[in-house]
């Protein structure tokens, strides 16, 4: 059974840091683009950033461009997202999601094209 299951969320203060996982079971992530979305109290879901199968591509919303990175460990077939000077507009929940291609050079950040996601992790930002 494919799988993808977030973990590593939690409360962090205002310009803190934090790791998040996104671990994937019954495939592996070698052909897969995973992206990491976010939905904050009241908003639509959102792309955040993505890294592509072979991992030498990658894309971030502007809101985070700087603040985030997002790196697959092939080894552990786990994608992660570190997350630095957070802010409370950084409170949401986060989903991993992937989807195959053949193209080892493809990100996208469309959620409509990806058809496998995890459960979610929260992440709040308050001191």
């Known amino acids: 059974q494919l799988q993808l299951v977030e973990s590593g969320g939690g409360l962090v203060q205002p310009g803190g840091s934090l790791r998040i996982s996104c671990a994937a079971s019954g495939f592996t992530l070698d052909d897969y683009v995973v992206g990491w979305f976010r939905q904050g109290p009241g908003k639509e879901r959102e792309g955040i950033s993505c890294?592509?199968?072979?991992?030498?591509?990658?894309s971030y919303t502007d809101s985070v461009k700087g603040r985030f990175a997002i790196y697959k460990d092939n080894t552990r077939n786990t994608v992660y997202l570190h997350m630095h000077s957070l802010k409370p507009d950084d409170t949401a929940i986060y989903y991993c999601?992937?989807?195959?291609?053949?193209?080892?050079?493809?990100?996208?950040?469309?959620?409509?094209?990806?058809?496998?996601w995890g459960q979610g992790t929260q992440v709040a930002v308050s001191s």
């Open positions: 890294i592509s199968p072979g991992g030498s591509v990658t």
């Open positions: 999601a992937a989807f195959i291609t053949t193209v080892q050079t493809l990100c996208l950040m469309d959620r409509s094209v990806y058809n496998y």
